[in-house]
């Protein structure tokens, strides 16, 4: 596995199974057991589902007695957050550019409204 946190990340979020467990941790902690529930699969495979989700930073368990709970480390997503705001700011800086050119287009009196036929 890279050695890169946000790849880490969101490789560890491109299985559906993944993003659906990271969803029900958002409401609190979970036991396997518990995640495992609504799942057709065993524990074991959610447990390795955990695994990955645990590689990659997103969760953490601990020990409370015999219980082991799952907890999420929703700092993470901090890191993904930045990495996706920085993109969204770039993507609607060109929009703004884009706008403007338009706008700067329909007010040029010389302008031709009428589209050019493309075959005559």
Do not use: C, N
Not at 44 to 56: G, I, M, P, W, Y
Not at 110 to 116: F, G, I, K, L, R
């Amino acid at each position: 596995m890279t050695a890169d946190p946000l790849s880490r990340v969101f490789a560890a979020l491109a299985d559906p199974t993944r993003r659906d467990m990271v969803a029900r941790l958002a409401a609190g902690d979970a036991t396997v057991t518990e995640l495992a529930e609504p799942y057709d699969v065993s524990v074991q495979a959610v447990s390795k589902h955990l695994r990955v989700l645990e590689d990659a930073g997103l969760v953490s368990r601990t020990r409370d007695a015999q219980r082991r709970p799952v907890h999420l480390e929703a700092e993470v997503f901090s890191l993904m957050t930045k990495w996706i705001e920085r993109y969204r700011l770039q993507a609607e800086e060109r929009y703004r550019r884009l706008d403007d050119v338009l706008r700067g287009m329909s007010d040029d009196p010389d302008a031709t409204t009428q589209p050019t036929p493309a075959f005559e």
